[in-house]
């Protein structure tokens, strides 16, 4: 599946099935830290992506000091 | 994963809420949290005209959106900050989302309309991009809130956000910072009343709203503010977040229910605080003849113009 990566845009291949809680795992990111985006709408923790699946993992975190 | 309330599929899950919500009832959820902190905390009356400061971003836009699903009577105001690309973009995103939806919004913009721009301020200043556009923030939404009779600033700051200045406070016990660190600033010695209605909502849960709304927002974080201590504090904030849901929110709300109070005799470490006069150019409240944005002002008048790379114009 491709999946989109932002700061700075960068797309991966990863190999399915996999569920979006094991590929956060494999990308060492933190669940609190993003959003998986499919569509245009969110992809819940326990839905299963494969091969052919594109996903964009959305940052979260945002803000300067003030 | 199913919906808590409805059990239809649910497209999210919030951890601290233990709970998996399908996009009606997160909708709903995002809602029912802004209407619970703006009534706990006595932030607004209904039929409230508020100004909302919006940059483009996730929760600008998200508080904007729900404050006019809450019926209030909310117009924006967007300040252009000249960090290259980045701003442009900001713009143009806050610009769209005002005209789909026929919502006053004002735009000031800093090397327009005040000759200098952020990352030239920094540069002349000497001191980080933050400070500068921070201070020019507050006193350009003050102002155009008291000249435009509003009732209130509307900011979007959120839970996370509370919680990561909260926790640098704290680390360093900045007790006159602590004093203030509130979701409701009264109006007080000119100044308007300033008020933080997502304080119940986590950043993740903004992204979400806006996703969900079909609200287009910019994702890239400002090139000013990578690395810096804000942003470091909230991840390990995250950190602590992903081993204990929930841990954010006992942070914030208890020191709000329990600590607070005892700060609360803190002196102000603003200039919002001992005001004893205006400012003698535009009038503000200030503690000195100059307010610190018209001092700004002087001292960036003719500075040459600092030219972004790559990160503010990729």
């Not at chain 2, 996009?23 to 029912?32: A, I, P, S």
């Not at chain 2, 836009?61 to 900001?90: K, P």
């Not at chain 2, 950190?239 to 229910?257: M, T």
Request: proline share 5%; glycine share 10%; with cysteine.
């Amino acid at each position: 599946m491709k999946v989109q990566l932002r700061n700075p845009t960068r797309t991966l291949e990863v190999a399915g099935p996999v569920s979006i809680v094991k590929l956060l795992q494999q990308l060492e990111l933190n669940r609190e830290s993003v959003l998986v985006i499919r569509g245009g709408t969110l992809v819940p923790g326990d839905a299963i992506l494969d091969d052919a699946d594109e996903v964009e993992v959305r940052p979260v975190i945002s803000g300067g000091s003030t | 994963m199913k919906c808590r309330v409805c059990r239809e599929p649910a497209v999210i899950d919030i951890r601290r809420h233990n709970a998996n919500f399908c996009v009606e009832h997160f909708l709903r959820l995002c809602r029912d949290q802004v209407a619970k902190a703006i009534e706990d905390f006595h932030m607004l009356e209904p039929g409230d005209r508020v100004l909302v400061a919006v940059s483009g971003g996730k929760d600008s836009l998200a508080v904007w959106d729900l404050l006019r699903e809450l019926g209030y009577e909310a117009d924006g105001l967007y300040v252009g900050l000249g960090i290259g690309g980045y701003s442009d973009r900001s713009g143009q995103r806050t610009k769209a989302f005002a005209e789909e939806r026929g919502w006053p919004l004002q735009v000031i913009d800093l090397r327009d309309d005040h000759g200098y721009d952020v990352p030239t301020a920094a540069k002349v200043t000497k001191r980080v991009p933050c400070s500068a556009c921070g201070l020019s923030k507050r006193h350009l939404f003050d102002r155009a809130a008291l000249d435009g009779g509003y009732d209130a600033v509307v900011t979007g700051h959120n839970l996370d956000d509370e919680a990561a200045v909260l926790f640098g406070n704290t680390l360093r016990w900045e007790a006159e910072y602590l004093a203030r660190q509130l979701p409701v600033l009264p109006a007080r010695h000119g100044f308007p009343r300033k008020v933080k209605p997502l304080v119940r909502l986590g950043e993740r849960e903004t992204a979400a709203y806006c996703v969900l709304r079909g609200i287009d927002y910019v994702v890239e974080e400002c090139p000013m503010a990578a690395g810096n201590k804000h942003l470091g504090y909230k991840e390990a904030l995250n950190a602590i977040e992903a081993a204990s849901p929930g841990s954010k929110h006992a942070f914030y709300f208890g020191f709000l229910d329990r600590a607070a109070p005892r700060f609360a005799d803190a002196a102000p470490a603003s200039g919002e605080g001992e005001v004893l006069g205006t400012c003698s150019v535009c009038g503000s409240p200030s503690t000195n003849d100059t307010c610190a944005f018209c001092r700004l002002v002087e001292r960036t008048a003719g500075a040459q113009p600092v030219v972004l790379t790559a990160k503010g114009s990729s």
